[in-house]
């Protein structure tokens, strides 16, 4: 029922590119770090779940990238073929790739969560990492997966209800962003520049941002408006 409200909304080429749509899974990209052996087995074990015990689809560069491709290329096209999940390591904030992973999937606005799989120490934590939802998970163990799926299938429905609420409004409103979750300083990367006396706004479901975040916005963007749908 969401694809095909999104249908009516959303660019589509139609005839079998369209029928298509309906029969694709949706597509997980599992970020994680290969630095420590946590990123690895985290990863590799909730992609072993996800293709055993539910409709989804994923991505685990391990396994998925095909001989002969780039592999920058292939990584920064899947980002922005389904929703992310960050496996949060010790390590994984250091790792160059990992840190434009989720920069890329914060760009493009994609559902995204992180699994916190934390033992001791993040040198470095990454900024970029916050704003969504977080899921404790023992590295070690593999007894919450089920509820990370959970997790992130909320996530990926509440922005498809996002996107079919505020489709009629996207055709007409160049120069606005229409966000799922509540706006960050990095959404400003992502807001379109239209013509340089359209109105500039970033629109996001309740509730309101913290006073704190709204004059932030303020005073590193005077000219964007950041604003509920209902405002």
Same mark, same amino acid.
């Given at each position: 029922m969401l694809r095909h409200s999104l249908d009516q909304f959303l660019p589509a080429s139609g005839g079998d590119d369209a029928f298509g749509r309906y029969l694709d899974k949706i597509r997980i990209f599992i970020s994680h770090s290969k630095h420590d052996g946590d990123g690895e087995f985290v990863g590799g074990s909730i992609r072993d779940w996800i293709h055993a015990h539910s409709p989804l689809d994923s991505f685990f560069d391990v396994h998925d990238i095909p001989p002969g491709l780039s592999f920058g290329d292939v990584l920064l096209l899947e980002i922005g073929a389904g929703a992310l999940? $960050?496996?949060?390591?010790?390590? *994984?904030?250091?790792?160059?790739?990992?840190?434009?992973?989720?920069?890329?999937?914060?760009?493009?606005?994609?559902?995204?969560? %992180?699994?916190?799989?934390?033992?001791?120490?993040?040198?470095?934590?990454?900024? *970029?990492?916050?704003? %969504?939802? %977080?899921?404790?998970?023992?590295?070690?163990?593999?007894?919450?997966?089920?509820?990370? $799926?959970?997790?992130?299938?909320?996530?990926?429905?509440?922005?498809?209800?996002?996107?079919?609420?505020?489709?009629? *409004?996207?055709?007409?409103?160049?120069?606005?962003?229409?966000?799922?979750?509540?706006?960050?300083?990095?959404?400003?990367? $992502?807001?379109?520049?239209?013509?340089?006396?359209?109105?500039? $706004?970033? %629109? *996001?479901?309740?509730?309101l941002l913290s006073a704190d975040d709204e004059r932030l916005f303020r005073e590193i963007a005077p000219r964007v408006r950041v604003q509920t749908l209902t405002d």
């Amino acid at each position: 029922m969401l694809r095909h409200s999104l249908d009516q909304f959303l660019p589509a080429s139609g005839g079998d590119d369209a029928f298509g749509r309906y029969l694709d899974k949706i597509r997980i990209f599992i970020s994680h770090s290969k630095h420590d052996g946590d990123g690895e087995f985290v990863g590799g074990s909730i992609r072993d779940w996800i293709h055993a015990h539910s409709p989804l689809d994923s991505f685990f560069d391990v396994h998925d990238i095909p001989p002969g491709l780039s592999f920058g290329d292939v990584l920064l096209l899947e980002i922005g073929a389904g929703a992310l999940l $960050a496996v949060h390591t010790d390590s *994984y904030s250091s790792r160059e790739w990992c840190r434009r992973e989720v920069i890329e999937a914060k760009r493009r606005l994609v559902p995204m969560i %992180v699994v916190d799989c934390m033992r001791d120490v993040d040198p470095r934590g990454m900024p *970029y990492l916050g704003n %969504v939802p %977080v899921v404790r998970m023992d590295p070690g163990r593999t007894d919450r997966i089920e509820t990370v $799926a959970g997790c992130l299938l909320d996530e990926i429905f509440r922005t498809w209800l996002w996107l079919c609420r505020v489709g009629s *409004y996207m055709t007409n409103s160049p120069g606005v962003l229409f966000t799922a979750r509540p706006p960050e300083l990095i959404a400003l990367a $992502a807001v379109p520049l239209g013509a340089e006396d359209s109105a500039h $706004a970033i %629109v *996001y479901p309740e509730p309101l941002l913290s006073a704190d975040d709204e004059r932030l916005f303020r005073e590193i963007a005077p000219r964007v408006r950041v604003q509920t749908l209902t405002d």
